[in-house]
T-cell receptor
Framework: GAGVSQSPSNKVTEKGKDVELRCDPI?????LYWYRQSLGQGLEFLIY????????KSGLPSDRFSAERTGGSVSTLTIQRTQQEDSAVYLC??????FGQGTRLTVV | KNQVEQSPQSLIILEGKNCTLQ??????????LRWYKQDTGRGPVSLTI?????NTKSNGRYTATLDADTKQSSLHITASQLSDSASYIC??????????????FGKGTHLIIQP
């Protein structure tokens, strides 16, 4: 079946704009993770969804970051008022064995 | 503080040679340890996962070892191929509660295989 799908694959935005990144997890998987990978840095945990439980938001770096998961499936990561330090690859995982290819965000 | 340290940061070897990547961790309470391979521009792909009681796990030419007493793991690549050029990331899970494991990521070893 299809793996984890993320869109867009690349996004260039102006500083101060809002962006939305999308993740389509593997059908039927109840878990969903968002990670961020900055240049030369390791993967950084952002947020975790598990079924209908309240998400673990402990990794979100600021209140400009938020994420939703509608109907237990598709998830959207929103970054408001983007800053240059937000530039990174944002990865979504359906389980710890199934990562998407990521969205490369560049804030100019 | 939970930490995962990987060495070396980068490594260049000739095609056909073997190499070993290291991972030291201070993560508690330990749940499991994974090695991922990440090609440039792609998401990480899981190579091996080991729990506390497992000392070694193989996946083709990749063999991972775990010493839970010294909190060290290694990933050995045998007869390297050009396609092995990638970043190799060590990830240690700790019991977090609420049905999920917490994760601590290493920064990875960047491996380049030269012909």
């Amino acid at each position: 079946g299809a793996g984890v799908s993320q869109s867009p694959s690349n996004k260039v935005t102006e500083k101060g704009k809002d962006v939305e990144l999308r993740c389509d997890p593997i059908s039927g998987h109840t878990a969903l993770y968002w990670y961020r990978q900055s240049l030369g840095q390791g993967l950084e945990f952002l947020i975790y969804f598990q079924g209908n439980s309240a998400p673990d938001k402990s990794g979100l770096p600021s209140d400009r970051f938020s994420a939703e998961r509608t109907g237990g499936s598709v998830s959207t990561l929103t970054i408001q008022r983007t800053q240059q330090e937000d530039s990174a690859v944002y990865l979504c995982a359906s389980t710890l064995d199934e990562f998407g290819q990521g969205t490369r965000l560049t804030v100019v | 503080k939970n930490q995962v340290e990987q060495s070396p940061q980068s490594l260049i070897i000739l095609e056909g040679k073997n190499c070993t990547l290291q991972c030291n961790y201070t993560v508690s309470p330990f749940s499991n340890l994974r090695w991922y391979k990440q090609d440039t521009g792609r998401g990480p792909v899981s190579l091996t996962i080991m729990t506390f009681s497992e000392n070694t796990k193989s996946n083709g030419r990749y063999t991972a070892t775990l010493d839970a007493d010294t909190k060290q793991s290694s990933l050995h690549i045998t007869a390297s191929q050009l396609s092995d050029s990638a970043s190799y990331i060590c990830v240690v899970s700790f019991f977090y509660g609420g049905g999920a494991d917490g994760l601590t990521f290493g920064k990875g070893t960047h491996l380049i295989i030269q012909p």
